[in-house]
């Protein structure tokens, strides 16, 4: 079946340092990417995402890049802080089917 | 705006019982869905609905009904709860044609 794989599952960078997550889908008819930060006894937050038709997207300190090619999606975080410690889902979609992936547990050190 | 709310936050059930987890949504979304999220495995679909009156099944629907009467309301019934339905349970909503989902804060179920 479809699935979305995501790595790493644990990532840990100090303080101030950029942190990479990467996502391979397996659906080649997606064209929605969205990200989702969760915290620790809270629901998932859309933090960024893309649609097909554009190749990266920034806000702030996030970015996502998205290689349709290679069916390859990345969120890269800048001059992480302590609040970035959190838990990062990608996630492939077309018409609200949505795979996730399992998750990345990012932890910033101060 | 309250956004995507769910109830109740935290529930005990023992086996065989019956519940109803609520799910409600006050940004007029055509989009609500149901997910389970459990360690190692991501979030896994459980039932969607389109519209008022519609209703899916995603991707482990069995031992749960859902119905949506209004577009603002999107329950999740546990007809005879099981073990391996403790979990965490998330209500999501989405705008038409957008794609999007906004998750709730979530329910945690655990059956003993």
């Known amino acids: 079946g479809e699935n979305v794989e995501q790595h790493p599952s644990t990532l840990s960078v100090q303080e101030g340092d950029s942190a990479v997550i990467k996502c391979t889908y397996s659906d080649s008819a997606s064209n929605y990417f969205p990200w989702y930060k969760q915290e620790l006894g809270k629901g998932p937050q859309l933090i960024i995402d893309i ?3 554009v190749g990266e997207k920034k806000d702030q300190r996030i970015a996502v890049t998205l290689n349709k090619t290679a069916k390859h999606f990345s969120l890269h975080i800048t001059e992480t ?6 838990v990062y889902f990608c ?6 089917k949505y795979i996730f992936g399992t998750g990345t547990r990012l932890k910033v050190l101060a | ?3 995507v709310t769910q109830t109740p936050k935290f529930q005990v059930l023992k086996t065989g019982q019956s519940m109803t987890l609520q799910c409600a949504q006050d940004m007029n979304h055509e989009y609500m869905s149901w997910y389970r999220q459990d360690p190692g495995m991501g979030l896994r679909l459980i039932h969607y609905s389109v519209g008022a009156g519609i209703t899916d099944q995603g991707e ?3 031992g749960y009904n859902v119905s949506r009467s209004t577009t603002e309301d999107f329950p999740l019934r546990l007809l005879s709860a099981a073990p391996s339905q403790t979990s965490v349970y998330f209500c999501a909503s989405g705008p038409r044609r957008e794609n999007t989902i906004y998750f709730g804060e979530g329910s ?3 059956v003993v």
């Open chain 1, 51 to 53: 649609r097909s038709n």
């Open chain 1, 81 to 86: 802080q302590p609040e970035d410690s959190a």
């Open chain 1, 91 to 96: 996630a492939a979609s077309i018409n609200y």
């Open chain 2, 1 to 3: 705006n309250a956004g």
């Open chain 2, 60 to 62: 482990v629907p069995n």
């Open chain 2, 108 to 110: 945690w179920l655990t």
